[in-house]
């Protein structure tokens, strides 16, 4: 028989002091220093959106950032592309790549540790691979 000393339930409880007491600082300072915020792609006349926060637009080995790109009024048609960093040349992946709406375009990622990327397309083809 497996007997408790205090209920599961109080665990956060307790451990909230423990939490509390550790330095607030800033957590975003090491991003603050030494940092270049630019758009991704140099090129003009088209709409560009990378992934949210919850998928690295940048590859594994951080040479390359993979981004959506579009020339259409309403952005839902385009291509999906990966740029070069040490050179910015770009690589379209997918080209004529339907999506609903600009949350689905930055819907792209990484997969199998950047050999492959997978994106949204909504035409019979639910999800390509490239």
Not at 5 to 12: A, D, I, R, Y
Not at 40 to 50: D, F, P, W, Y
Not at 68 to 95: D, Q
Request: net charge positive; hydrophobic share 45%; charged share 15%.
């Amino acid at each position: 028989m497996v007997t408790m000393k205090f209920p599961l339930c109080l665990l956060p409880l307790i451990s909230l002091p423990l939490v509390a007491a550790a330095p607030l600082g800033d957590p975003v300072a090491p991003w603050k220093a030494n940092v270049r915020v630019a758009p991704v792609s140099a090129v003009a006349g088209r709409h560009s959106i990378h992934s949210y926060y919850v998928a690295n637009p940048e590859s594994p080995d951080g040479k390359h950032v993979l981004f959506f790109t579009s020339k259409h009024p309403a952005s839902y048609v385009g291509e999906v592309r990966i740029l070069e960093r040490a050179t910015g040349k770009e690589t379209v992946l997918a080209e004529n790549v339907h999506t609903e709406d600009a949350h689905r375009v930055a819907c792209q990622q990484w997969l199998s540790g950047g050999k492959r990327v997978a994106a949204p397309n909504f035409t019979p083809a639910h999800v390509r691979t490239f």
